[in-house]
């Protein structure tokens, strides 16, 4: 346990921090399973405009370093490669 006082409060700062940095990383990871179910199930229009909101997500926790920006963009890319197998079918 943290004796000081800026201690104490980086201790608070942190469980905030983490407890924040969890919901944006698991809405990344919702929005990206919703993207790929939707292109392995053949549903390319709905595909695509869920594709728009997580690489929306995506760049903004890239932004934010909640997640590496080269992370964000390789899995952009990789969902859309995932929509273009799906087209191609």
């Known amino acids: 346990m943290p004796n000081c006082e ?30 790929l179910d939707a292109a392995q199930a053949g549903d ?20 934010k370093n909640i997640i590496h920006k080269n992370s964000a963009s390789r899995k952009k890319s990789r969902l859309q490669r995932a929509i273009k197998a799906a087209k191609a079918q």
């Open 44 to 63: 390319i229009q709905v595909a695509e405009e869920q594709f728009k909101v997580a690489a929306k997500h995506l760049d903004r926790a890239g932004a």
């Open 6 to 35: 800026s201690a104490k409060k980086r201790l608070r700062q942190n469980v905030v921090h983490r407890e924040r940095n969890k919901s944006v990383k698991s809405a990344v990871k919702t929005q990206v399973k919703k993207v």
